[in-house]
Nanobody, 127 residues
Framework: QVQLVESGGGLVQAGGSLRLSCAAS????????NGWFRRAPGKERETVAA????????YYADSVKGRFTISRDNAKNTVYLQMNSLKPEDTAAYYC????????????????????WGQGTQVTVSS
């Protein structure tokens, strides 16, 4: 089992920045990928960014490329999402997730790959 706890959400004005953190515990070594996802009211869940175990491979949704950065600190078992130049359309509940054990495929942008999910943290961007 893997437990994930997000933090860092909040209310920010458009153009501002936030950094989300996802602290993992449990059998974290069995997940090769971590991802950040978001769900806005009335919309489907969207993959925001994903990263492999050593940070060499990353994925970003087109809507956040150039503004968001995913990173990880394996010594702290923590994955981060730095969000800059925030827009009102970034408003959503953000969730971190860990891939199912030993998954090593290339579709790590697919939410279906992820087995463990955090409780979510709300990000609200005012105009």
């Amino acid at each position: 089992q893997v437990q994930l706890v997000e933090s860092g959400g909040g209310l920010v004005q458009a153009g501002g920045s936030l950094r989300l953190s996802c602290a993992a515990s449990g059998n974290t070594f069995r997940s090769n990928y971590n991802g950040w996802f978001r769900r806005a009211p009335g919309k489907e869940r969207e993959t925001v960014a994903a990263i492999n175990w050593n940070g060499a491979d990353t994925y970003y949704a087109d809507s956040v490329k150039g503004r968001f950065t995913i990173s990880r600190d394996n010594a702290k078992n923590t994955v981060y999402l730095q969000m800059n130049s925030l827009k009102p359309e970034d408003t959503a509940a953000y969730y971190c997730a860990a891939a199912r054990p030993y998954y090593s495929g290339s579709a790590y942008y697919d939410p279906g790959v992820y087995e463990y999910w955090g409780q979510g943290t709300q990000v609200t961007v005012s105009s």
